[in-house]
């Protein structure tokens, strides 16, 4: 018999959703093991937010399944609630109350009783950092702020599965910061996380695995360093201080070296040679075509150039990624 951390904490299979004839999501299949945090990168419209919606029982699938601990989110939703916990885009909470008002009321709501709700409560608002502004009602702190305390409200219950869905997005660095560690402290304690951002450095920095979506499919998945090869080996960027330089560059490169040029950067990339005498030689014709350039480095694919290649879009937040009509609520 499987013991439960052979069970995935997600699995989805050949999940779909329609909406009318727009396809939102289209036969994804994911898998995210227990322990492990995955971001769901895409572009604007991706299906992101639906997918996170789905396994989160908030929305009903077309068609296929998603399970949560093995469980289903259509057939047994009650019990998929149970291992979750889900932070949407948008901060949920009462902003008549303060932050640590607001902690409690979610203890309650769990069923702690009022002492263990304070401890509760207590114990987050030290988590998060959040003792200077948690007890001002939250209608009166910065987006940052309630942000902090909306994710904090998220650990009330102490999930196994932990969802969030852009949750860094307006955050200040350092209350960024703040999030990437408790995230990170989570995970050594066991917690699974799906992650949905808009920030490549973000899934960078938390993901195990990154799966890649565009217009509801998978279009690619691994770790950052393996969709970061995709792309392809290291590159020299030549920016040049003008258009009329830039374009010198590429006529009296391009006969030696094959060049690709990006002109709202005014940038030239060449591919980086394999030894440091023809790195050397690469420096010395720039310098010999004499064009004034502002910057000259080698540098390594990041996962900004394998979103941009293997989507061909740069990554945008899905403020909405469709309507949610009341009647989809599972």
Request: hydrophobic share 45%.
């Amino acid at each position: 018999m499987a013991s439960s951390s052979d069970v995935p904490a997600i699995e989805t299979r050949a999940l779909t959703k329609r909406y009318g004839d727009v396809v939102a999501v289209d036969r994804l299949d994911l898998v995210v093991p227990t322990g492990s945090v995955v971001a769901l990168l895409g572009p604007n419209g991706a299906g992101k937010t639906t997918t996170v919606r789905m396994i989160a029982t908030l929305v009903r699938p077309t068609s296929g399944t998603a399970t949560v601990g093995g469980r289903d989110v259509v057939a047994e939703g009650d019990a998929v609630r149970r291992q979750i916990s889900l932070t949407g885009q948008f901060a949920a909470l009462d902003p008549n109350l303060t932050g640590r008002e607001n902690l409690r009321l979610v203890a309650a709501l769990r069923g702690h009783d009022r002492a263990t709700a304070r401890r509760v409560a207590d114990a987050l608002v030290e988590r998060f950092d959040g003792a200077e502004f948690a007890d001002r009602t939250i209608g009166k702190v910065s987006g940052g702020q309630r942000r902090r305390m909306d994710l904090a409200a998220s650990l009330v219950h102490q999930p196994s599965l932990l969802v969030l869905d852009e949750p860094t997005t307006g955050l200040d660095p350092r209350s960024r910061q703040i999030v990437w560690g408790t995230v990170r402290e989570l995970v050594a304690d066991g917690v699974t996380l799906l992650l949905t951002t808009q920030y490549l450095d973000e899934a960078d920095a938390l993901a195990d695995r990154i799966v890649l979506i565009d217009h509801g499919r998978q279009v690619a998945a691994g770790t950052a360093a393996e969709l970061k090869r995709t792309v392809g080996a290291q590159r020299i960027d030549v920016v040049a201080v003008d258009a009329a330089g830039l374009e010198t560059l590429r006529s009296r490169l391009s006969e030696r070296y094959e060049v690709s040029v990006s002109p709202e950067l005014r940038m030239l990339s060449i591919p980086a040679p394999a030894e440091v005498d023809d790195l050397a030689g690469v420096t010395d014709a720039v310098a010999a075509t004499g064009v004034s350039v502002d910057e000259l480095a080698l540098r390594r694919p990041s996962l900004d150039d394998a979103f941009l290649a293997l989507t061909g879009r740069p990554p945008a937040r899905d403020e909405a990624d469709e309507p949610v009509p009341a009647a989809e609520a599972a």
